[in-house]
């Protein structure tokens, strides 16, 4: 299993880094790509990747909680800087959960359709936050016709997600998936050609509030399999061409 979304840097990590990874081998997990979401995170988790280097991969993106001009510019400066070793942008996106002003909303949609810019010009996929903004989210790929993408942890309705998933979107499923009726009906609904395995580590754990980690990706593989009625296999064996799909960089890496 590639768990294509985490936050392996975050300090919570700090601890046990090494045992979480340790356990991430044991459950199967054969590769993780990270998130450096502000500019303050890159140098650590660039530190970080190379030192599980083959094991782990990286995108830079913004967090959408933090409308503003200058972290996207920094972060563009590190996406550019960092440009070899990079395999997509993000996260980036929409947050309408954290942010409800409409004028900031506003300037957070214009700087995610800056994003989109930047994934297309440099020909990388983009891993999309869209919390209480799914809809907002895809109806701006839509207009922008940008497709090369995974919606993360996507918490919107499932007939928007139908919608992307015919244009190639992939949607990738965390642990959470375990009892979160929203997202079963995602994975019912959608084609498995569109799913891939996250567990956007450190939340998003298949127990509320439990610090979450890459071992637990397995959860999702399972709940996937259950809710489609095949083999565990066939799930492991389709979201890893799926993601060697999308993230085209990774298949040098790995
Ligand atoms: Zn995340």
Redesign the pocket.
């Known amino acids: 299993m590639i768990d294509v979304?985490?936050?392996i840097h975050d300090e919570v990590f700090d601890n046990d880094r090494e045992e979480v990874i340790s356990r991430a081998k044991e459950k199967g997990v054969k590769h993780i790509i990270i998130?450096a979401?502000k500019p303050e995170e890159v140098s650590k988790a660039l530190n970080i990747v190379n030192s599980f280097k083959e094991y782990m991969s990286l995108t830079i993106g913004h967090d959408p909680v933090i409308v503003s001009d200058e972290v996207f510019e920094e972060q563009l400066k590190n996406v550019k800087k960092y440009l070899d070793i990079i395999v997509g942008i993000g996260?980036a996106g929409l947050d309408y959960y954290f942010v409800r002003d409409h004028g900031e909303r506003d300037r957070q949609r214009r700087i995610f359709a800056l994003w989109i810019n930047v994934a297309k010009e440099l020909d990388l996929p983009l891993?999309i936050?869209s919390r209480s903004a799914g809809k907002y989210a895809i109806e701006i790929l839509l207009e922008q016709k940008y497709f090369n993408v995974v919606m993360?942890?996507y918490d919107g309705s499932v007939g928007w997600a139908i919608e992307a998933a015919k244009h190639g979107v992939y949607f990738s499923i965390p642990p959470s998936v375990i009892f979160s009726i929203q997202k079963q009906k995602l994975v019912r609904k959608l084609p498995l050609e569109n799913l891939l395995l996250?567990t956007?580590s450190p939340?998003l754990s298949p127990i509320r509030g439990e610090r979450n980690e890459p071992a637990n990706i397995v959860y999702s593989a399972m709940k996937i399999a259950e809710i489609k009625n095949i083999s565990l296999s066939k799930v492991i064996d389709a979201t890893i061409e799926n993601t060697l799909d999308v993230f085209k960089k990774l298949k040098l890496q790995i």
């Open positions: 979304h985490c936050h998130s979401i996260e891993v936050h993360h942890a996250e956007d939340v």
